[in-house]
């Protein structure tokens, strides 16, 4: 996953004392950047809030910038392409207390902030707007993505990280500036929108939903959302921030499922109804055993190393253990695995041996061969797994 690096965006520009900034990423928005600008300046106007509305442009040619400027806008240029890294700058550069971000292509009413700002106020970090609470008019949003794309999405986002939020990908939203800041966010494209929320959950920020209407844009160009494209980003870096789906619960599930077939069939074959499983069922699950033990590692390496820079959260449980039960431990199960493996492999030889080692009768002899590469397998697999494992560790520990 492409990531933008804290440090290739500006110094913080001073705070003032505004309460609210409102932001617009802008790429080639000339059509309706004017109609957006006006609204947000009447907004504040109209509720008294001491606010700025400030433009992130991500280099516009169509003279976006001028006409947002001649209507009162401050406008930051921002030279990295990206829906994420104009807002990752947008924030650095607002000088209020609040930001509301919303799109430049006039599908959100900025006029109508005053239930962001009522959220903010009573002390949430983060207002997401939701549009299927408050309204998606005819035309606004394909219906790829209002039946499916969305629904699937936030659903995954919910069960992954748990919190409040139904609609993950709402382009308007409202957030205390500090509190975002210190999330560290990084992604320089539209996973940027589901980055904020996953950080701000795990991070134990006070979230919350209003209802927002979506209307259909003002551009007769086509959009820059590129459906599936920017829909895969964001399930990959759902994945990504939560290894234990990923990883964790395919590995164990394939391990377990693995070990239990293997644990029944290794005696001899299984009937099943009028199905016989036998040995080359037992191949399989042994690929299973090696496969999920190999997924529950990466989980291991995900979550430390992803935790050393600063993708994921640190999972505290695990570093706990891996503390407890460090490098020798996991060497001294490692080496009895492969000496359990070595012995069944000096099994097997001798059930050849009866046979004068000649063609093999039966399948026991299988049987025992496959238990043996299975078990000197994941002694390997365990042993440079420990060994990398500790090598993170130094790594975190530094010089």
């Known amino acids: 996953m492409e990531l933008l690096d804290a440090t290739s965006s500006p110094r913080e520009a001073p705070v003032g004392q505004l309460e609210l900034t409102i932001l617009m990423p802008c790429l080639n928005e000339a059509e309706t950047i004017g109609t957006c600008v006006a609204k ?236 016989t499983v036998d040995v080359h069922t037992l191949l399989y699950a042994s690929g299973a055993v090696i496969m999920g033990f190999q997924a529950v590692q990466f989980w291991v390496f995900a979550r430390i190393y992803g935790a050393q820079q600063g993708v994921v959260p640190e999972e505290k449980r695990l570093t706990a253990l891996l503390e407890r039960f460090g490098l020798e431990p996991a060497l001294i199960v490692a080496a009895l695995l492969m000496a359990s493996g070595f012995a069944l492999g000096i099994a097997a030889v001798v059930v050849w041996g009866s046979q004068s080692f000649g063609p093999l009768e039966g399948m026991g002899a299988m049987r025992v061969a496959i238990a043996s590469v299975t078990s000197m397998v994941l002694g390997l697999q365990l042993a440079f797994g420990a060994f990398f494992v500790a090598l993170l560790g130094m790594m975190r520990a530094g010089p």
Request: one cysteine or more; proline letters at 6%.
């Open 40 to 275: 947000a300046i009447g907004y504040l106007a109209r509720s008294g809030v001491a606010g700025e509305v400030l433009i992130a442009d991500n280099g516009s040619t169509d003279g976006s910038q001028a006409i947002a400027q001649g209507l009162g806008a401050r406008v930051v240029a921002v030279p990295m392409r990206g829906y994420g890294a104009a807002l990752i700058t947008g924030i650095e550069a607002a000088r209020g207390r609040f930001v509301i971000m919303g799109d430049s292509d006039d599908s959100y009413d900025f006029t109508a902030l005053d239930p962001f700002m009522a959220k903010l106020r009573e002390g949430y970090a983060l207002v997401m707007g939701n549009r299927f609470l408050g309204g998606i008019k005819r035309g606004a949003m394909p219906p790829l993505h209002r039946y499916l794309g969305n629904p699937v999405l936030s659903t995954i986002g919910r069960v992954f990280f748990g919190g409040p939020v139904r609609d993950f990908h709402c382009g308007l939203r409202g957030f205390d500036r500090d509190a975002i800041r210190a999330l560290d966010l990084r992604a320089p494209g539209m996973e940027f929108a589901s980055e904020m929320v996953v950080k701000a959950t795990v991070q134990g920020l006070r979230v919350t939903e209003v209802p927002t209407t979506l209307s259909p844009d003002g551009r007769s160009r086509p959009p820059h959302l590129r459906s599936w494209r920017d829909g895969w980003r964001h399930l990959r870096f759902l994945l990504v921030f939560c290894p234990r789906w990923l990883f964790l619960y395919p590995g164990a599930g394939l391990f377990l499922t693995g070990l239990l077939a293997m644990a029944l069939l290794l005696p001899g074959p299984l009937h099943l109804g009028g199905v």
